[in-house]
């Protein structure tokens, strides 16, 4: 049974840094995309990064040159590392787990399945 859980979310300025985590067990190490999802308050879901299998990354444009998608491997737990954040980044943030890994759809929420509770990121400006 796969599980996720968030953390690292909380209040900063504009122009601040904030670091997620998220604690992923029981996915295949093998076939799984890892993916950070955000929702704001009356929008869709949205991809914000993704981590395939063999390591590759995929970050969406608007995150591009800010946001950081990767896995530490001492705690092997995925991470979010945001920078130059702006108040349009405010959102519930969530990580999710794709069973069979398609890459051409790293961002698509509609294709992960199993996902975490989320955590809140809020910027003031």
């Known amino acids: 049974q796969v599980q996720l859980a968030e953390s690292g979310g909380g209040s900063v300025q504009a122009g601040g840094s904030l670091r997620l985590s998220c604690a992923a067990t029981g996915y295949s190490y093998t076939t799984s995309c890892l993916g950070w999802f955000r929702q704001a308050p009356g929008k869709e879901r949205e991809g914000v990064a993704s981590l395939a299998p063999g390591g590759n990354t995929i970050v969406a444009d608007y995150a591009k040159g800010r946001f950081t998608i990767g896995k530490d491997r001492a705690t092997r737990t995925l991470y979010l590392q945001m920078n130059n954040l702006n108040v349009e980044d405010t959102a519930r943030y969530y990580c999710?787990?794709?069973?069979?890994?398609?890459?051409?759809?790293?961002?698509?929420?509609?294709?992960?399945?199993?996902w975490g509770r989320g955590t809140q990121v809020t910027v003031s400006s």
């Open positions: 999710a787990a794709q069973t069979e890994c398609y890459w051409r759809f790293a961002l698509q929420a509609e294709k992960y399945n199993d």
